[in-house]
């Protein structure tokens, strides 16, 4: 069992960063890959980033390939979310999540966080 809670989220302009902590409770963190999704108003969620457990392998799509890093630590059981380059359509409530495999498909994940509102204002 994985307990996963999300900060960092806030209001930004366009141009601006933000990052994204995602703590995560339970010995068996270091166990499972991370990834980050999002989901806009009317949206889908969708697939932002994901790690492996060990951290050297890492995927993105190419919406946010070269503006967002994914990282962790597994001392700390957290897992972050760097964004530079934020843009008005990054805007959405963003989720980390823990799943048994390294996968870009959100019903591979097993564990969920509350989410937190990033909105990036133009």
């Known amino acids: 069992q994985v307990q996963l809670v999300e900060s960092g989220g806030g209001l930004v302009q366009a141009g601006g960063s933000l990052r994204l902590s995602c703590a995560a409770s339970?010995?068996?963190?270091?166990?499972?890959?991370m990834g980050w999704f999002r989901q806009a108003p009317g949206k889908e969620r969708e697939f932002v980033a994901t790690?492996?457990?060990?951290?050297?392998?890492?995927y993105y799509p190419d919406s946010v390939k070269g503006r967002f890093t994914i990282s962790r630590d597994n001392a700390k059981n957290t897992v972050y979310l760097q964004m530079n380059s934020l843009k008005p359509e990054d805007t959405a409530v963003y989720y980390c999540?823990?799943?048994?495999?390294?996968?870009?498909?959100?019903?591979?994940?097993?564990?969920w966080g509350q989410g937190t509102q990033v909105t990036v204002s133009s």
């Open positions: 999540a823990a799943a048994r495999l390294w996968s870009r498909n959100l019903q591979d994940y097993s564990y």
């Open positions: 339970g010995r068996t963190f270091r166990l499972y890959a």
């Open positions: 790690i492996t457990w060990s951290g050297s392998n890492t």
